[in-house]
């Protein structure tokens, strides 16, 4: 090894966490308080006589500690705004179909995401890692609510 060569490496293994964001890896059960955990609330009531009743959507507490982290986080897009090509704003949601079927799931388990970047979304069945920095501010839309919102700063596909 050159001694130039030895050089940049030793400042690239130095320099590199300076560069990089840390972003604190979420699983969906992080979102929900231990209490809600622990004594979830009690499934919407589904009339069964209307077939056109939709059941409320259950309203889950947030953690305010979460609040400003940056935060990397797996789900599935479903699509607010963009176009055919790139999606700006979406909810990201635990499991595929959440939010198209009725009940949503609770806004605890929905977060809103802008990505004024626009992410590209070949396959709405494929999960993906989104990394932001998460808000407990909440995000309504017409088809669902949510607790949580997140300023994108990376949308990538979903790997171990």
Same mark, same amino acid.
């Given at each position: 090894m050159t001694r130039f060569s030895w050089l940049f490496a030793t400042l690239a293994l130095v320099l590199s966490p300076a560069w990089a964001e840390d972003y604190k890896t979420l699983?969906? *059960?992080?979102?929900?308080?231990?209490?809600?955990?622990?004594? +979830?609330?009690l499934p919407p009531a589904?009339?069964? @006589? *209307?077939e056109f009743a939709i059941p409320s959507q259950p309203v889950?507490?947030?953690?305010? =500690?979460?609040?400003?982290?940056? %935060?990397r986080l797996p789900g599935f897009v479903v699509p607010l705004e963009g176009d055919s090509k790139e999606v700006t704003t979406f909810f990201l949601v635990p499991y595929f179909g959440a939010c198209i079927h %009725?009940? +949503?799931?609770?806004?605890n388990q929905? %977060?809103?995401v802008n990505y004024p970047k626009? =992410?590209? %979304? *070949? @396959?709405l069945w494929d999960a993906v890692w989104v990394t932001g920095t998460l808000r407990t501010v909440a995000a309504s839309h017409d088809i669902a609510q949510a607790s949580y919102s997140l300023e994108g700063a990376s949308v990538e +596909?979903? @790997?171990?």
């Open positions: 699983e969906w *059960d992080d979102l929900i308080p231990l209490e809600e955990q622990l004594n +979830p609330p589904v009339d069964h @006589d *209307d889950g507490k947030v953690i305010s =500690a979460l609040d400003g982290q940056q %935060v %009725v009940p +949503p799931p609770p806004t929905i %977060v809103y626009g =992410a590209k %979304v *070949d @396959d +596909p979903y @790997d171990l």
